[in-house]
């Protein structure tokens, strides 16, 4: 069943049209990977899907009703939470603060504590880090940080915005298997990443988008073995 | 000797109502980066709302203060929500105009209501004057002091601990982030509104039983300084502002007790303008790290 599905979706920047009539699903249990270079649009439509931009065309259905004109606080709610690109977390605030405010709207106060834990057995370095600032952390403590502050909303769509990158490949692995576990934990995945072949590789299926349209579609196998797509992605 | 004590004290009772004014300007500046010219009037209709309490409902201090830090709070919510919401994507300089706009529609609103006189603030407290060697302290300077005190400490508490004040701090710091994890930024800014507006009004009510008059523009000069205050501990820091208000408190009345005070308010100015050659992101502000 389709958890999300997005339908001829535009979205503009003033007059830039950024995305350009875009279609894809994500089935409920996948991990779905949305590769493209940069500029594509693919920040766009995670935006898009999060409620910070208003489309100026198509639709968004997720758990089937329409989300694209909802407020972001809703689509939290309703179980998509993002971890943009960048990471965004809080400077100014505890590592703790930050998962905090990743359950801000939780109402089961009671289940709050178990889910520290989790992510903190998810994330050890958090976990001796959770009275720091969290501007103190490295690159790769954050984006765990920001990943952590995602799932302490209990997720059933979780938006990841390229989380490998300006990772060292060690931190870059540890991100691509902490990904498969979330999935294997019953979290479906939407995957956009510049490193396509690590990406492709995880997924169960995959998009390429280029310029605001999707250009193909197939499982992650098929895309890793298409030679277009090795030559445009994964400098083959 | 005595005289340095006895300044230290005027100044801090003075400095505290800076603070607590400072205190606004800089969480409103924190969470929209805008200068709100008009917090200075809150202050004064906060004085006003004390003034019509006290003498037609016969409120005693305390009540005046709390109804006036209530009404306060929630007149700011709806300043935001009519003037400056409308114009959250606007650019900057508009909302700081209509800032200007709505201090003076306060100001002559308020000398359209109430006329421009200045009114004698009903003395609801008896005075006392307590001597400590040669020092005199009166029991509402201490009241004072106390009052913005405990009031600041609350703040920061609210700040640090409480659900709605992480959000504040988060909304500053990065409001689409804020937004991705389902805080409305919305209600965050209003909750800002209300606590800055809040210490305004205590402020208000507080300063008309120390000075003993209020009238309509007697925002105008504590606003500025307390905006000054803000700047000079570093615009946006919490405990900037109340280190920034004690600070051009403490100068004012050092001004005054050399004998220059027809100079103080230049003096005031003067010291600012030196901390900010020397710290230009004011005295607990940070080298300014450019977003990545
Ligand atoms: N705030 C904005 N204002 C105007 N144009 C924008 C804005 N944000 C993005 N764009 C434009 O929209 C297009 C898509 O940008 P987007 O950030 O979605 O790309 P992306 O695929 O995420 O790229 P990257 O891999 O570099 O992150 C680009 O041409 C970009 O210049
Ligand atoms: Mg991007």
Known sequence: MSLLKVEDLSVNYGVIQAVKGVNFEVNEGEIVSLIGANGAGKTTILKTISGILKPAGGKIYYEDREIQSEKSEKIVLGGISQVPEGRHIFPGLTVMENLQMGAFLRKDKAALKNDYDAVFSRFPVLSERKNQDAATLSGGEQQMLAMGRALMAKPKLILLDEPSMGLAPIFINEIFDIIKEIQKQGTTVLLIEQNASKALSIADRGYVLATGNILMTGTGEELLANEDVQKAYLGG | ?292
């Open chain 2, 1 to 292: 000797m005595d005289t340095i004590l006895q300044q230290l004290v005027n100044g801090l009772s003075l400095g505290s109502i800076y603070a607590l004014l400072a205190l606004g300007y800089t969480m409103v500046y924190g969470i929209i980066k805008l200068i709100n010219f008009a917090h200075g009037d809150i202050y004064m209709v906060g004085a006003f709302w004390g003034y019509y309490v006290i003498n037609q409902l016969h409120f005693n201090f305390w009540l005046a203060l709390i109804s006036a830090m209530i009404f306060c709070g929630l007149f700011g919510v709806l300043v935001e929500w009519l003037a400056y919401r409308p114009l959250r994507n606007s650019p900057r300089i508009a909302a700081l105009i209509t800032a200007i706009g709505v201090s003076f529609l306060l100001e002559n609103g308020m000398a359209y209501l109430f006329t421009s006189n200045v009114r004698s603030f009903p003395q609801v407290m008896h005075v006392v004057r307590y001597h400590l060697g040669g020092v005199s302290i009166s029991n509402i300077q201490l009241l004072i002091l106390v009052v913005s005190i405990v009031l600041m400490v609350l703040l920061q508490l609210i700040v640090r601990k409480t659900k709605m004040g992480k959000a504040m701090r988060a909304v500053s710091v990065d409001p689409e982030a804020a937004q991705l994890i389902g805080i409305n930024i919305d209600h965050t800014i209003s909750f800002t509104f209300a606590l800055g507006s809040a210490l305004a009004g205590a402020a208000g009510v507080m300063i008309g039983l120390y000075y003993n008059s209020i009238d309509p523009l007697m925002g105008m000069t504590p606003g500025i300084k307390a905006f000054v205050a803000a700047v000079l501990g570093g615009i946006g820091l919490i405990p900037g502002a109340a280190i920034g208000g004690f600070v051009i408190g403490l100068l004012e009345t050092i001004m005054q007790a050399l004998g220059f005070s027809a100079f103080k308010d230049a003096a005031v100015y003067a010291v600012l303008i030196i901390i900010l050659l020397i710290k230009p992101a004011g005295i607990l502000g940070k080298k300014i790290k450019e977003k990545v």
